[in-house]
Nanobody
Framework: QVQLVESGGGLVQPGGSLRLSCAAS????????MGWYRQVPGNQRELVALITGGGSANYTDSVKGRFTISRDNAKKTVYLQMNSLKPEDTAVYYC???????????????WGQGTQVTVSS
């Protein structure tokens, strides 16, 4: 019923920029916190940024000043603008949303499928 669909990943050179999008669809009663996480093979999934329904954002230290998370509540979409990208930003990026779906009537976390971001020369 509920899906989070990501887009915007790809290959970019160091210093370049990418903008990730994640749109929620389905029968959704409400959406709370949305966020972006990233994961490389063999590593734990790492929190990148979070944004509340009211637009208050938090970032992990390694991306502060370079990444910006935003959301469009009308479109049920969260974005991650990534500037000054570094090779260490290379990972699969996942979006997450805490929401109440019409089916479950309970608050649960939902994950996107992930989108690959590769920063390389």
């Amino acid at each position: 019923q509920v899906q989070l669909v990501e887009s915007g990943g790809g290959l970019v050179q160091p210093g370049g920029s990418l903008r990730l999008s994640c749109a929620a669809s389905g029968s959704i009663f409400s959406i709370g916190v949305m966020g972006w996480y990233r994961q490389v093979p063999g590593n734990q999934r790492e929190l990148v940024a979070l944004i509340t329904g009211g637009g208050s954002a938090n970032y992990t230290d390694s991306v502060k000043g370079r990444f910006t998370i935003s959301r469009d509540n009308a479109k049920k979409t969260v974005y991650l603008q990534m500037n000054s990208l570094k090779p260490e930003d290379t990972a699969v990026y996942y979006c997450k949303a805490g929401l109440v779906s019409a089916r479950t009537r309970t608050y649960n976390d939902y994950w996107g499928q992930g989108t690959q971001v590769t920063v390389s020369s």
